[in-house]
């Protein structure tokens, strides 16, 4: 046996396999691209007969490399297949929630072929160690091989939970037509490029590649990857072009996952990456196409991953199972504390799980880049912008964190929005200060996080802060001054949402306190937007009539009746019969004026439960017109 020594990296099976490993490639003294390609050939060929001149360990070694070669191949195909079977058939018959039997199934349909591959690369690699006395560079390169089996696992179990062969049913997301049969294509050839490239850049280590050579490997590899992100982002947007038609002419909605929303995105990393490699700059284009596979392979686990937990967590925690039955006959939890005890939990696990992914996808990131500001120098700011280190990875590391964190932030207010906090007994004006509070301080923490993955420590923000707050204090004071009152309403509570308020000439039901400014429901159907520094320097009327958002208030003059009691008699009539309008609380009329032959009303009613407010005071307009044509009267609103 031979005594290897490797990389860190090459211990691991999936960091090496990951974007952005690109290989050194020391210079040989070829000159041309022929005497390159030559070199390495020659290279490899010396490196081919010094392996096959050893002679086998054992009489039993060509039975044994072809018992290995057999059962791998069997453990990556026909086994895995009929594990695969097996499972989905005991998920038929298994007891659970549907949504949980097909995620279980997605998760399932990866882990199995991440590690049956996985086995199969090592039981060759095991095979290859009893048989042969290996070089050190050819046990690099089976063991570079071994990893590539490993992670084309990981996507060809990505691609068939995505795909689900067995039944379409069966996805953990719906598909548009056209891309349901393709879609197990894509995650593979993903992982395969990916593992490929890593067999490429081991290769180039231990042949010592020359630089033709390796620029030419690393071009043939990046034209791969381009026609296989091209590809994917055509064939989608394709599908979701068909999708939309057909719901239009149908008059349905679109089965289109959101995710195919940011194809827009990642159409401009490929431009961008293609240009970089057509500038001359080869490394950080393969790191940028790289990192869009990885991070395809890395986010979409993830997101299988999270769905799990929170599947299984519902389904544990339900009043019907055992658990959640134990939590509420034995430990006295009602159902509504078993239900958040359930979603924190998810919510939990979630955040790990997202934590993890973000650590893998932001991993082939870190590392030694040339800095591109080298030549600023005068001033106190020019030096501190100097000491940044804006390296192509360091700017993309901070853009990809800025970028998750404030996903992240979204992801927690919209789950606390519309699932946790509902559970609670809060009311919802505290509902909306937390929610609020925390995007404040998430964001805070992502634009942190980035900028010191630039290198910008405080005492450098606070450099260039004042070097600019003159011109910037100017131009953004009443910005400012909006945020800070919108911090204090948050605090201090003085309206919250669902309030009737009357401020600075506007009128209406607070619907949502944003960082600038504050939107109002107004009885016309409108929005008004209103500064949130109105609410701190102006008077504010907060009405807490429940019912104000469907208050109908109409001034009518009644000319025409021998009374006023027979013109208020005649007022109320046709206001008790309209339909939209409510009968509890009861409509009420008060005489204002007094004139000859005619009275002046106040009338104030309620509109029906889900209807319009201007429908409800329209049709009680036209009752009050038939009423005045039938009795001989003259009512007009003043």
Avoid at 324 to 345: D, E, N, P, S, W
Wanted: proline share 5%; with cysteine.
């Amino acid at each position: 046996m031979v005594d290897l020594s490797y990389t860190p990296a090459s211990l691991l099976p999936l960091a090496a396999a990951q974007p952005g490993s690109t290989p050194v490639h020391p210079a040989t003294g070829a000159t041309t691209i022929i005497d390159g390609v030559w070199h390495d050939a020659a290279s490899a060929n010396a490196l081919i007969v010094r392996q096959m001149s050893a002679a086998f360990n054992h009489v039993l070694s060509v039975p044994v490399l072809l018992a290995a070669l057999a059962v791998a191949l069997a453990l990556a195909w026909p086994v895995r297949l009929w594990v695969l079977a097996r499972m989905f058939a005991l998920l038929q018959r298994a007891p659970v929630d549907n949504r949980l039997a097909v995620i279980a199934k997605a998760v399932g349909s990866v882990v199995i072929s991440i590690v049956l591959l996985a086995v199969a690369g090592q039981i060759v690699v095991a095979a290859c160690n009893f048989a042969l006395p290996l070089l050190p560079e050819t046990a690099v390169l089976l063991h570079a091989l071994a990893m590539a089996l490993g992670v084309t696992g990981l996507g060809l179990g990505l691609g068939r939970a995505l795909r689900s062969p067995e039944d379409p049913a069966w996805r953990p997301v719906p598909l548009p037509a056209g891309l349901g049969a393709a879609i197990g294509f894509y995650p593979f050839a993903a992982a395969l490029t990916l593992g490929l490239t890593n067999v490429i850049d081991q290769t180039a280590r231990v042949l010592h590649a020359s630089q033709p050579g390796w620029t030419i490997s690393q071009g043939l590899v990046m034209l791969v990857e381009i026609g296989l992100v091209a590809r994917f982002l055509l064939r989608a947007g394709k599908a979701r072009s068909n999708a939309i038609e057909q719901a239009v002419s149908h008059h349905t909605g679109a089965t289109v996952p959101a995710i195919f929303g940011i194809t827009a995105l990642v159409w401009a990393a490929l431009a961008l990456a293609c240009g970089l490699w057509l500038c001359g700059f080869t490394r950080i284009a393969m790191l940028l196409l790289q990192e869009l596979l990885w991070m395809g392979l890395v986010l979409t686990t993830a997101w299988l991953l999270s769905g799990l937990f929170d599947a299984l967590l519902t389904q544990l925690f339900d009043a019907d199972w055992t658990v959640g039955r134990f939590a509420t006959a034995i430990v006295g939890l009602r159902r509504a504390r078993v239900k958040q005890v359930a979603l924190v939990g998810s919510a939990l696990l979630t955040v790990i799980v997202w934590l993890l992914a973000i650590g893998l996808v932001a991993a082939p990131l870190h590392g030694d880049r040339a800095v591109v500001v080298e030549q600023i120098r005068p001033t106190m700011l020019l030096n501190a912008l100097r000491s940044l280190n804006l390296s192509p990875r360091s700017m993309i590391a901070a853009a990809v964190v800025l970028t998750v964190g404030i996903a992240l932030t979204r992801l927690v207010r919209n789950w606390l929005e519309t699932r946790f906090l509902p559970s609670t007994a809060l009311d919802i004006g505290v509902r909306t200060s937390l929610v609020t509070g925390l995007t404040y301080t998430g964001v805070l923490i992502a634009i942190l996080a980035a900028t010191s993955m630039l290198g910008l420590q405080l005492e450098k923000i606070t450099l260039i802060a004042s070097a600019l707050s003159v011109g910037i204090g100017f131009g953004l004071q009443s910005i400012i001054q909006n945020f800070v009152s919108g911090v204090i309403m948050l605090i201090e509570r003085p309206v919250k949402v669902g309030d009737w308020i009357a401020v600075s000439g506007a009128e209406g039901t607070i619907r949502r306190i944003r960082v600038r400014a504050t939107e109002l429901a107004t009885a016309d159907g409108g929005v008004a937007i209103v500064p949130n520094s109105s609410f701190i320097s102006s008077n504010v009327s907060n009405r807490a009539d429940a019912l104000m958002p469907c208050r109908v208030d109409l001034a009518l003059t009644v000319s025409g009746a021998p009374t006023a009691a027979a013109a208020r008699d005649a007022l109320l009539h046709p206001v008790g019969q309209c339909a939209l309008i409510r009968k509890e609380p009861a409509p009420q009329i008060h005489l204002a004026t007094l004139g000859d032959s005619e009275w002046t009303f106040n009338l104030r009613a309620y509109a029906a439960p889900d209807t319009a407010l201007a429908q409800a005071r329209s049709e009680l307009l036209f009752a009050l017109s038939s009423q005045a044509t039938a009795a001989g009267l003259k009512i007009r609103t003043t």
